[in-house]
């Protein structure tokens, strides 16, 4: 099992920038997928964005596409999201996710694959 810690984020003003850090340990090798996800309340659980360990491959929500940006330091096992260009809509709480075991390169954005949560941090952005 994956342990993961977020941190950052915060509140922002719109059209601000915030950074999200998701620390993780337990890993115990094979390929996996890491993503960011968010839930605002009196709403389900959506994908921002993924990515696939082995070879860096990105994927992201269209609400948030060139907008944000998800990233990871292999050598210090941490997920980052880079959000830009915040918008109000933005407001939730804000988790990280692993799936291990994945098939080469796959990396859905569906929460009920993801296996590993973390605590959640709330980013709220104000207009």
């Known amino acids: 099992q994956v342990q993961l810690v977020e941190s950052g984020g915060g509140s922002a003003q719109a059209g601000g920038s915030l950074r999200l850090s998701c620390a993780a340990s337990?890993?115990?090798?094979?390929?996996?997928?890491m993503g960011w996800f968010r839930q605002a309340p009196g709403k389900e659980r959506e994908g921002v964005a993924r990515?696939?360990?082995?070879?860096?491959?990105?994927y992201y929500a269209d609400s948030v596409r060139g907008r944000f940006t998800i990233s990871q330091d292999n050598a210090k096992n941490t997920l980052y999201l880079q959000m830009n260009s915040l918008k109000p809509e933005d407001t939730a709480m804000y988790y990280c996710?692993?799936?291990?075991?994945?098939?080469?390169?796959?990396?859905?954005?569906?929460?009920?694959?993801?296996?590993?949560w973390g605590q959640g941090t709330q980013d709220t952005v104000s207009s």
């Open positions: 337990g890993y115990t090798g094979g390929s996996y997928c």
């Open positions: 990515i696939y360990s082995a070879t860096g491959s990105t």
């Open positions: 996710a692993a799936s291990t075991g994945r098939p080469w390169n796959s990396c859905p954005g569906t929460p009920a694959i993801y296996s590993d």
